[in-house]
T-cell receptor, first 115, second 114 residues
Framework: EAQVTQNPRYLITVTGKKLTVTCSQN?????MSWYRQDPGLGLRQIYY???????DKGDVPEGYKVSRKEKRNFPLILESPSPNQTSLYFC??????????????FGPGTRLTVL | SQQGEEDPQALSIQEGENATMNCSYK?????LQWYRQNSGRGLVHLIL?????REKHSGRLRVTLDTSKKSSSLLITASRAADTASYFC??????????????FGKGTLLTVNP
């Protein structure tokens, strides 16, 4: 089954404790991205990756890191989480946008609370 | 800044009525997509319309695109209670070189009352 998986689904942590949210897709998609969703602010892109070893900042990259060492995985790293990073996070993948079919496949979301 | 902005922010209708949501964007695009999100869940792709298309249908969904006005509309006909969800438009545009950025709007919350 074609899918995007994220782990963990729920996480409560404390300020400053490094964490990683994993994202994996089995559709051989080149394009992957991370979004955060907050009430009243909609979906905002954190980072995206056009392919292996190619990443770029989205609209709200501060406080986050990503890596794309393999095509299927795109982990989101919070080196020193702060309470303002409490949010619902989504990973998504697709064929490359820009002229071709670019339907985004979303993961189920990770609800992160930073105390 | 947000590329796509949906209007209205919230819409409440009765079952059987049609629902229309609008999306405006700022820069030239390649494609515009509409997504649906049930509360707290991942977004699900509904329909994609390319910049050279004006109208597209999929079941009870009808999407129009007016590139001269930089706007799109999503029409859901004969709505059902199960259509209750948030609806987002997303646009992709060249962000420099070969990189393309996909930007979502803030969404329209549709409530269909039985």
């Amino acid at each position: 089954e074609a899918q995007v998986t994220q782990n963990p689904r729920y996480l409560i942590t404390v300020t400053g404790k490094k964490l990683t949210v994993t994202c994996s897709q089995n559709m051989n998609h080149e394009y992957m991205s991370w979004y955060r969703q907050d009430p009243g602010l909609g979906l905002r892109q954190i980072y995206y990756s056009m392919n292996v070893e190619v990443t770029d900042k989205g609209d709200v990259p501060e406080g986050y890191k990503v890596s794309r060492k393999e095509k299927r995985n795109f982990p989101l790293i919070l080196e020193s989480p702060s309470p303002n990073q409490t949010s619902l996070y989504f990973c998504a993948s697709s064929l490359p946008p820009g002229g071709r079919a670019a339907e985004q496949f979303f993961g189920p979301g990770t609800r992160l609370t930073v105390l | 800044s947000q590329q796509g902005e949906e209007d209205p922010q919230a819409l409440s209708i009765q079952e059987g009525e049609n629902a229309t949501m609008n999306c405006s964007y700022k820069t030239s695009i390649n494609n515009l997509q509409w997504y649906r999100q049930n509360s707290g869940r991942g977004l699900v792709h509904l329909i994609l319309i390319r910049s050279n298309e004006r109208e597209k249908h999929s079941g009870r969904l009808r999407v129009t695109l007016d590139t001269s006005k930089k706007s799109s509309s999503l029409l859901i006909t004969a709505s059902r209670a199960a259509d209750t969800a948030s609806y987002f438009c997303a646009t992709d545009a060249n962000s420099g070189g070969s990189n393309y950025k996909l930007t979502f709007g803030k969404g329209t919350l549709l409530t269909v009352n039985p």
